[in-house]
């Protein structure tokens, strides 16, 4: 069974960092691009950052995020990350992995378009609050 595990949401205060980890089980992440989406209350799903399958040599970042977020992916252990530093109340949301089947043209794309429908792999998503 295809799985994704997300980890690491918390409440934490303006200018500080987290680390969110999405661990793949049931099936090999290695050969899939993957993103963190996140959802805001009453607002849109938005992608957040985008990395593509084996080495990730490919990154797209939301202009918000830029020069704040790191996505990273460890092929070893099935296991995506998104560093997050300098946390802002406006990253409040819940963030969801996802690792698209199909339909996708570029990294960008995924994310920004974005290229990703409810029929992809996704994890159930763990929650970041950035409240003083």
């Known amino acids: 069974q295809v799985q994704f595990v997300e980890s690491g949401g918390d409440l934490v205060q303006p200018g500080e960092s987290l680390r969110l980890s999405c661990v793949a089980t049931?099936?090999?992440?290695?050969?899939?691009?993957m993103g963190w989406f996140r959802q805001a209350p009453g607002k849109a799903r938005e992608g957040v950052a985008c990395?593509?399958?084996?080495?990730?040599?490919?990154?797209y970042y939301r202009e918000s995020v830029k020069g704040r977020f790191t996505i990273s992916r460890d092929t070893a252990k099935n296991t995506a990350y998104l560093d997050m530093r300098n946390l802002e109340p406006e990253d409040t949301a819940v963030y969801y992995c996802?690792?698209?089947?199909?339909?996708?043209?570029?990294?960008?794309?995924?994310?920004?378009?974005?290229?990703?429908?409810?029929?992809?792999?996704w994890g159930q998503g763990t929650r970041v609050t950035v409240s003083s």
């Open positions: 996802v690792a698209p089947k199909t339909g996708i043209t570029t990294i960008r794309d995924m994310c920004a378009v974005p290229q990703v429908t409810d029929g992809d792999y």
């Open positions: 049931g099936f090999d992440s290695e050969y899939y691009n």
């Open positions: 990395i593509s399958a084996r080495d990730g040599a490919v990154t």
